[in-house]
């Protein structure tokens, strides 16, 4: 079913000329797609050609079953694009449509491949998808401002958790501990590791990861009683000092 949707998608939109490119992204792009992966199809349309894109997307995906359930996101969107997901009746409910429309004149097709991997292009008439790279010269001030960003949370804040788990508060102790120490170990980790994708979180840590820091990490992501929360953000400050000395003293 998923090269049944891809081909009907391409083909629709390949009829105009309006339709600048297509591709694949998400797991596709980084040679990961499985049973449970969804479809990251992508769109370059002209600019005026937005809305005639989307009636022919789902054109397209209503001639292979009945769309069961949509989501279009509010305008506009945090990444300034058109954005969509559908589940289709007669596929999978992890085969979910997660459909991105782009304009030509937008400054990035989200095919930097640093970020994003290396996209699956079925047409391309802007000679700009694959091609696409983050800015090297100033990703190590994004970089030090982020550090330096975690240094003073870290430094700063940590016994919110402390007293979340005094107060025997456990929502309040668990909802700290991720948001704020975890996440920002996990964010020091990528620098360290992956730095173009310093902001990811928790995407495909297992394979970006030194096999034994992600069991560190895997540990450290469950707490069983507040008693075993205090040992595990003990852990979370002291791995938290030692990459802030080791890498940014």
Sequence with gaps: MRAR????LVRELQRYNEVLGCYEGGS???????EWSDIDFQVVVKDDFVEKAVKVLEKALQSLSPI?????LPQPTWHGHWQGFYKLQDASPYLLIDALIMKESS???FTEVELHGTPVIFFDKTGRLGKEHIDQKELPNVLAKRVERIRSLSRMFHLLVDKEIKRRREPDAF??????LLRSLIELLRIKHDSARWSWGFRYLNSVLPPEVYEDIRN?????????LQHKKDRVMQLLDNLLQEEHP
């Design 107 to 109: 400054p990035s097709y």
């Design 5 to 8: 949707i891809i081909q009907s």
């Design 220 to 228: 450290l992501s469950y707490a069983r009683d507040l008693q075993d």
């Design 175 to 180: 909802d700290l501990y991720y948001n704020l």
């Design 28 to 34: 596709a792009a980084f040679n990961r797609v499985d």
């Design 68 to 72: 069961e359930d949509r989501l279009i």
